[in-house]
């Protein structure tokens, strides 16, 4: 069993920063893939970053240059650090593991950047 507790989320105004926190626990094994998805009110929930075992990354393309995943592989616990904020990065960020090919979600947190 894996559990994924986020934090970090909240109200910010546009050009702020915000940097969300995801520490995983549990049957946790190497290699696996973390990462940060969002669902904005009406829209399909999307992948904004995700980082490998091995530290490679990928990004949604509206969000580089803003926005920066990290990851502590000694405990488990990966960061996106969220700069520039837009309104239209409002949205709950989920967290998520995927590990010996099954997929765990956080609870998800929400970012909302006022204008």
């Known amino acids: 069993q894996v559990q994924l507790v986020e934090s970090g989320g909240g109200l910010v105004q546009a050009g702020g920063s915000l940097r969300l926190s995801c520490a995983a626990s549990?049957?946790?094994?190497?290699?696996?893939?973390m990462g940060w998805y969002r669902q904005a009110p009406g829209k399909q929930r999307e992948l904004v970053a995700i980082?490998?075992?091995?530290?490679?990354?990928n990004y949604l393309d509206s969000v580089k240059g803003r926005f920066t995943i990290s990851r502590d592989n000694a405990n488990n616990t990966v960061y996106l650090q969220m700069n520039s904020l837009k309104p239209e990065d409002t949205a709950v960020y989920y967290c998520?593991?995927?590990?010996?090919?099954?997929?765990?979600w956080g609870q998800g947190t929400q970012v909302t950047v006022s204008s």
């Open positions: 980082v490998t075992s091995g530290g490679t990354t």
């Open positions: 549990g049957s946790i094994f190497s290699p696996n893939v």
């Open positions: 998520n593991l995927k590990n010996i090919g099954r997929a765990y």
